[in-house]
């Protein structure tokens, strides 16, 4: 009777062993899953933030583009109304340029 008792008790441990064993791959199984989908909405999240930071980045380039433009539009229009004061910036700019890269001997 022992033996049919020992028989039985070894074939219900090797059975919950087995579900055991079943059950920890199941786990791993869906904890892999969750992972995936995680790292699946981080890549995702990551990618918006790196789109919206390209699109800011194209927004501020393009306002300071159209700054630039318009600065220098407003300097040709200057110029062009008053042609001699023009000159006379140009030439005071260049003498002190030439004044301050002149060496000293």
């Known amino acids: 009777m ?3 008792t020992s028989d ?16 920890i791959a199941s786990l791993s199984e869906t904890i892999t899953g969750l992972m995936r989908g995680r790292a699946d909405a981080a890549g995702a999240a990551v990618q918006g933030a790196v789109g919206d930071a390209r699109d800011q980045l194209s927004h501020a380039a393009s306002r300071a583009q159209d700054g630039a433009f318009g600065a220098a539009a407003d300097l040709e ?4 109304r008053d042609p001699l004061t023009a000159v006379l910036i140009a030439a005071g700019i260049g003498m002190a340029i030439g004044m301050m890269t002149k060496s000293r001997k």
Not at 77 to 80: D, K, N
């Open 2 to 4: 022992t033996d049919k």
């Open 8 to 23: 039985f008790a070894a074939a219900d441990f090797a059975a919950d062993l087995a579900a055991l064993r079943a059950d």
């Open 77 to 80: 229009r200057r110029i062009e």
